[in-house]
Structure formats: C-alpha cells, structure tokens
Nanobody
Framework: QVQLVESGGGLVQAGGSLRLSCAAS????????MAWFRQAPGKERDLVAG??????YYADSVKGRFTISRDNAKNTVYLQMNSLKPEDTAVYYC?????????????????WGQGTQVTVSS
C-alpha cells in the first residue's frame, strides 16, 4: 500500500520558518515527480513547488522563500518555508506523479498525502 505522510505543519508568526516533510512508503519514488500543493478555504488546490530529477518548479508567490528538496535514500521530500506570510496559510499536501514530469495540474498526480495545516499569524 502506497502512503505519503506529511509532517511539520503548525502555527508560526509572519516572518518565521517551517519545514514540511513527506515520507513515502510502499514503493520507491526516486523516478517520480514530487510536489507540494496547498489549498486555502474556498480556494483551489494550487502547486507550490515541485521536483523531478534535477528540475524544480516554484509558484511565483513563493520564489525566493520556499525550497523543495528530496532525499531518495530516505524516500522523503521536504519543503523549507522561510519568510512566511499570512497568505501562506493553507493545508499543504504532498503529491507524487509516478509517470514523472513537472505539471501544475493536481489531476496528474496519482498519490496524495492527507495534508498538514500551516497557519501564519500576522
């Protein structure tokens, strides 16, 4: 059974930092593209950052503040979030696309974690 389990969310003040982790089990994801999406109440689920092989993608709103990385030996992907803003408040989801490739469309990702809440207070 494939599982993606996120951790590291929480409450932080504006300007602070958090690091999210996503541990994958049940199969190896070294060739998959891995991504972090987020969804705020009443809004669509949007791609925040993705990584596939040596390629990375960042949404304009997080460029220069967030960094995605992966440790294939640990089957884990991370999202380091610095200079957090209240508008970063959302549920953050880890996702994997076993077919590879960096896409912004949630439907292209066939594995999902349960989500972790990130709340940034002003």
């Amino acid at each position: 059974q494939v599982q993606l389990v996120e951790s590291g969310g929480g409450l932080v003040q504006a300007g602070g930092s958090l690091r999210l982790s996503c541990a994958a089990s049940g199969r190896t994801f070294s060739s998959a593209s891995m991504a972090w999406f987020r969804q705020a109440p009443g809004k669509e689920r949007d791609l925040v950052a993705g990584v596939w092989s040596t390629d990375t993608y960042y949404a304009d709103s997080v460029k220069g503040r967030f960094t995605i990385s992966r440790d294939n030996a640990k089957n884990t992907v991370y999202l380091q979030m610095n200079s957090l803003k209240p508008e970063d408040t959302a549920v953050y989801y880890c996702a994997a696309n076993s077919r590879g490739g960096l896409t912004t469309t949630p439907e292209d990702y066939n594995y999902w974690g349960q989500g972790t809440q990130v709340t940034v207070s002003s």
